[in-house]
Nanobody, 115 residues
């Protein structure tokens, strides 16, 4: 079992930056895959980025070159650095952890990008 808490969301102008954090209730070293998802109003939840235990990353095409996912196992925390934000990035961002085939989710943090 692991609880996830996101933070760092907020309101930013287009072109700005935000850094999201996801802090876990226990050591994340053994968690094979963690990721960020987002859900905009009226749309399905979509994958933003993932990072494996070994540090391999994967990004949605829409955020490649603008977002960077990372994890700090010593701090039990995963990050999403978001640069060059666009209005279409507006969504609730969720942290995910996949451990032994079980999926865990955070409560979400709102990101709003104004034009």
């Amino acid at each position: 079992q692991v609880q996830l808490v996101e933070s760092g969301g907020g309101l930013v102008q287009a072109g700005g930056s935000l850094r999201l954090s996801c802090t876990a209730s226990r050591n994340i070293f053994s968690i094979n895959s963690m990721g960020w998802y987002r859900q905009a109003p009226g749309k399905q939840r979509e994958l933003v980025a993932t990072i494996t235990r070994g540090g391999s990353t994967m990004y949605a095409d829409s955020v490649k070159g603008r977002f960077t996912i990372s994890r700090d196992n010593a701090k039990n925390t995963m990050y999403l650095q978001m640069n060059s934000l666009k209005p279409e990035d507006t969504a609730v961002y969720y942290c995910n952890a996949n451990s032994i085939g079980l999926n865990y989710w955070g409560q979400g943090t709102q990101v709003t990008v104004s034009s």
